[in-house]
């Protein structure tokens, strides 16, 4: 039985096991999902399409975390046979980003299917593009699944990535926070192409763009490792920026991207003088905390903790820039940037963020006040373009 504070909100998936007949009938297709591929009843986007028997199932498609969330983030891995169904799973986390001919030589289309977070830097975003890029080149069909935008669908907010600085973590001209569900990304990004792809959105029911997450009464599944709760999606936006520093974002603990610190860190006083800006919607509480993997493993590090005490007038973003910029500041004999991961490429913070602005300039007097005004003007504009892509109200 339904609470009497959650709405009933059905998902891409949903409607697929539904109309299934409609979406596939005398097709052969391929997945791309992960575990957050379920319906509302909990069946895997996986079981719904290899038991249905309007189409055929002839191959799995894997991207970052892998198809069933057994992997890290930044693992990679190469093609291999799924045990269950005995048919071949495509690696897109390896040697390649985006299907291959050879990889779409057995099917007529693709059914993505993930949860993301409606935020840029989150990788199944680029992921789509790569696919849709792909499917449009080699004549093939896409089917998107869509999902609710865990924060709904009313707030955008960041910068708009610059030209140059297209990544895995950044793969379209859009701010750091969309407000868009991934079928509504997936229409934009098909209109602003050279050459279009054969796009169907199956949509939700049920979902308007106010409602966030827990209102849907649909099943939470961890969009990834470190992405446990929507504790973690509310602050995330903002505190990712944190992966291009040499300061731990709490992966390794059981509050990822909530918590933030390194061994040099005075949490205590990061906090108060934090807490003296009173930015809306945020407590910065000192912490501790020992990652058990990534940066600082087993190393104590001083730092603190995010709580969103107001969601409605907390701004991840503008947080997280703020944050970052009181810690360049106030310890810079620790704080550094993390170098490219390859000679001559661009460094982490750069593809995060979209630019070089923040890198080059965040440490000035009233940097991050005035970047973070001038995100908001294009934010806002941007706001307006999506427009026309919009499917709920």
């Not at 080699?138 to 669908?153: H, M, Q, S, T, Y």
């Not at 049920?206 to 446990?228: A, D, F, K, Q, V």
């Not at 731990?248 to 610190?261: D, V």
Request: aromatic share 10%.
């Amino acid at each position: 039985m339904e609470s009497s504070n959650r709405q009933l909100v059905l998902s891409g998936a949903d409607g697929l096991a539904r109309s299934a007949a409609k979406v596939l009938e005398g097709k052969r297709f391929g997945v791309l999902t992960n575990p957050t591929g379920v319906t509302r009843d909990f069946r895997s986007t996986v079981d719904v399409c290899a038991n249905q028997k309007a189409g055929q199932l002839t191959a799995l498609f894997a991207c970052e975390h892998g198809i069933r969330g057994e992997r890290q983030a930044g693992i990679l891995f190469e093609d291999e046979t799924d045990p269950d169904l005995g048919i071949p799973v495509y690696s897109l986390y390896g040697k390649h980003r985006a299907p291959t001919p050879d990889m779409l030589e057995t099917v007529d289309a693709i059914v993505f299917d993930f949860q993301d977070l409606g935020v840029r830097f989150y990788t199944y975003l680029t992921t789509l593009i790569y696919t849709m890029q792909a499917c449009a080149k080699a004549g093939k069909e896409l089917i998107v699944l869509d999902r609710p935008n865990p924060l709904g669908g009313l707030t955008v907010e960041g910068g708009i990535l610059r030209d140059g600085f297209q990544s895995m973590v950044g793969g379209w001209k859009i701010p750091i926070r969309t407000g868009l569900t991934i079928g509504e990304f997936a229409r934009l990004v098909n209109d602003q192409s050279e050459t279009k792809c054969q796009l169907q959105v199956v949509p939700l029911e049920g979902w308007s763009r106010g409602m966030e997450y827990p209102e849907t009464g649909l099943p939470w599944m961890m969009p990834s490792p470190n992405i446990p709760t929507m504790d973690t999606v509310r602050v995330y936006a903002g505190t990712c920026f944190f992966e291009g520093t040499n300061l731990s974002e709490g992966r390794g603990t059981t509050k990822p991207f909530e918590l933030i610190g390194a061994p040099w860190l005075d949490g205590k006083r990061v906090a108060e003088e934090m807490n003296r800006r009173g930015l809306p919607g945020v407590v910065f509480h000192p912490a501790y905390f020992t990652p058990m993997y990534s940066k600082h493993k087993g190393e104590l590090c001083g730092g603190v903790q995010v709580y969103v005490t107001d969601p409605k007038a907390y701004s991840a973003v503008r947080s997280g820039l703020y944050l970052l910029q009181h810690i360049q500041q106030s310890h810079s004999e620790h704080f550094a940037w993390l170098p490219p991961f390859k000679e001559g490429s661009k460094s982490f913070i750069e593809l995060l963020t979209g630019g070089d602005r923040v890198k080059l300039t965040l440490h000035e007097p009233g940097a991050a006040e005035k970047i973070a005004d001038d995100w908001d003007l294009e934010a806002a504009e941007w706001a307006k373009t999506r427009e026309p892509y919009l499917l709920y109200e």
